[in-house]
């Protein structure tokens, strides 16, 4: 770790080729935030989990089904082995704790260590880093989660095929559920940037962010009389609705109705916390 | 040119920056000069746009830092509380921060060599020494080779040959013509890097003038003299202009006089002296002599958690203890 001060040329002004064109646009600060996104172990180590929790998951629920299938009762074969898709996205499920963490890292992890300063520095109009984040963050989480998604239907329904209960994806609604369980997740995982934004700890935006999509609906279902609706509008309540096939209409939204309520979740989260990082000193 | 025109920032009721205005000029070293807590971070994260003055203005250039399309083309900055992501590597931090610009890689590449860290490029930060850290910060303020350079507390955590690096780019830079903008607590650190000073205390502006003058006004001569016949010689001198302390019996410091007027003036009077000793007031003293009142968390009073442990404070503490055992 020598360095000398003695080197021409490198401490002295450099040619304007060097830097010509050199300023901040959107596509740069994409690219900035993909390198961010992508240089971070945590990353990594995040979405291997999610990966392996969707698939893993997908198989194991699948096989229990095949089990429990060949012990059943007629009856029980009638009502209880409805929707064999859901079976094989029981693991995406899950997978939004891992994705809704590193969410949430991918801001705090910025405020805890400083790096916050620099990444404001450098574009001081700010708002392009939090949007470019949320961009490049989740079309990877989007991408991630179908192809993984993807793997577990498929892997799902060859084990529940071993008893004809699988479905294909050429059935109704399967398509829908398939792209909306991978919209789900990365739902989630904006909604724990927004949430690591607006309280910069990541101890309490992890907190906040399980409340918000385990506590909430168990505390929604335990709501006496029409009070439990409320189900419906909550983030998890909304997923539900995207990928339910045949659901009662009481208790969940249509699909679209689903998608809207996590469009409004996603506007008015990332919305606030936009609001905030401009107001706020850094 | 870094121009601050009445900046004004307060946290709840605390007053960090009150009022300051101040040029910051190019082609020399500024020094920005106060003891901990005086508000010379806040001042440098208000030049950059990271906080929001509660009132006044700060520009570079003219220019508020936020309506810069290059930021990192005008102002390289080295935030004193690191600003690095400590679980990337040194390499895909640079070009992260490159990239928002359309810096090349190669200047990556170049500013890593211009520290010295092209070996550890590929380690996380993590497992940076401070000193490495500093380093690190340096290269990414000249990744955008900006006009402008702010930096604070750059010599934090070097070793010797660290700071002497330091010392030598910062003056190589200025010669270039940029504008350098250094923050320190430590008064001997400026003495030999700035040529300039921009002296607070508590927010507010205190001295701001050439390094030579604040020296010069500051080791204002005092002698120290011994004679046995101490009350004559006060006497003689005092008749003549000069002004005196008696200290003790046989002892006594004249101030504003040289050793050789002093002199004469003993011999003129017919008193023998026993000693005659100009002493120089330290950097550090002259310091800690104009900032005193303004050393918001000083020792003696309730002890403050807020003191930082490092080296460099402790260096300053003790300044601090010297300051006061003289006072």
Redesign the interface.
């Known amino acids: 770790m020598t360095a000398t001060t003695e080197a021409p040329g490198l401490g002295s002004r450099q040619p304007a080729s060097v830097h010509a064109g050199a300023k901040v646009t959107i596509p740069r600060v994409l690219r900035s935030e993909w390198t961010k996104l992508t240089s971070l172990r945590s990353t990594v180590w995040t979405l291997l989990i999610a990966l392996v929790v969707t698939i893993g998951f997908g198989c194991l629920i699948s096989a229990i089904w095949v089990s429990e299938w060949r012990n059943a009762s007629p009856e029980e074969r009638a009502t209880d082995f409805t929707d064999p898709v859901m079976a094989s996205l029981t693991g995406a499920y899950f997978s939004q704790i891992a994705v809704g963490v590193l969410g949430v890292l991918l801001i705090t992890g910025e405020y805890s260590t400083g790096m916050i300063r620099t990444s404001l520095g450098a574009v001081p109009h700010r708002l392009p880093v939090l949007f470019c984040k949320a961009a490049v963050f989740g079309v990877l989480s989007f991408v991630l989660a179908l192809s993984a998604i993807l793997v577990a239907f498929f892997a799902g329904q060859a084990i529940l095929n071993q008893e004809n209960l699988g479905s294909s994806i050429g059935d109704p609604h399967v398509l829908r559920v398939l792209l909306g369980g991978a919209f789900f997740v990365m739902a989630i995982g904006l909604l724990g940037l927004a949430l690591g934004t607006l309280i910069r700890s990541t101890g309490g935006s992890i907190a906040a962010l399980l409340g918000l999509i385990f506590v909430v609906p168990i505390i929604t279902s335990l709501l006496p009389g029409d009070w439990d609706k409320i189900h419906k509008y909550v983030p998890d309540g909304a997923g539900e609705a995207l990928v339910t096939i045949g659901g009662d209409p009481e208790r969940v939204m249509s699909p679209l109705g689903g998608l809207i309520v996590l469009l409004i979740w996603l506007v008015v989260g990332l919305g606030s916390a936009a609001y905030v990082l401009i107001r706020r000193d850094a | 040119m870094i121009e601050a025109r009445g900046l004004t920032k307060r946290y709840g009721t605390k007053t960090a920056v009150d009022e300051l205005t101040f040029t910051v000029r190019p082609g020399i070293v500024t020094g920005f000069l106060g003891p901990n807590g005086a508000g010379k971070s806040t001042t440098m ?1 208000l030049a ?5 003055p509660t009132g006044g203005t700060i520009t570079i250039n003219s220019q508020r ?2 309506d ?6 005008e102002v390289g ?1 080295l ?1 004193e ?9 040194a390499y ?2 640079l ?3 490159a ?6 890689r ?2 990556v590449d ?1 500013v890593l ?5 092209t ?2 490029a590929g380690k996380r930060v993590g497992g940076f020494s401070l000193g ?1 850290g500093q ?1 690190l910060g340096i290269a ?1 303020a ?1 990744l ?2 900006p ?1 402008v350079l702010i930096l604070d507390e750059p010599v934090n955590g070097l070793d010797p040959e660290g700071i002497r ?1 330091i010392r ?2 910062l003056q ?2 200025a010669t ?1 013509g940029r504008t350098i903008f250094v923050s320190s607590h430590l008064m001997s650190e400026m003495a030999q890097t700035a040529t300039h000073l921009i002296v607070v205390g508590r927010g507010k502006l205190i001295a701001d003038t050439s390094v030579e003058d604040f020296i010069r006004s500051a080791s204002g001569s005092a002698v120290h003299v011994r004679t046995p016949h101490a009350a004559r010689l006060t006497e003689a001198l005092e008749a003549a202009g000069a002004h005196v302390t008696l200290t003790g019996t046989e002892t006594l410091d004249v101030s504003d006089w040289t050793a050789a007027q002093i002199g004469d003036a003993a011999f003129a009077a017919g008193v023998p002296l026993h000693e005659l000793t100009p002493r120089q007031v330290s950097l550090e003293d002259a310091f800690m002599d104009i900032t005193r009142d303004a050393v918001e968390y000083s020792h003696g009073q309730a002890p403050s958690p807020r003191v930082p442990a490092s080296t460099a404070a402790g260096h300053a503490d003790a300044g601090a203890n010297t300051a006061r055992g003289q006072a």
Do not use: C, S
């Open positions: 994260r950059i746009g990271l906080d929001r830092y936020r810069f399309p290059a930021p990192l083309r900055v935030l509380a690191r600003a690095i992501h400590t679980g990337r590597t895909k931090h070009l992260a921060v990239q928002t610009h359309g810096v090349p190669r200047r170049e060599g211009l520290v010295g860290l070996e550890v490495m380093r990414q000249m955008g080779d006009g690096w030598n780019l190589t830079l270039e």
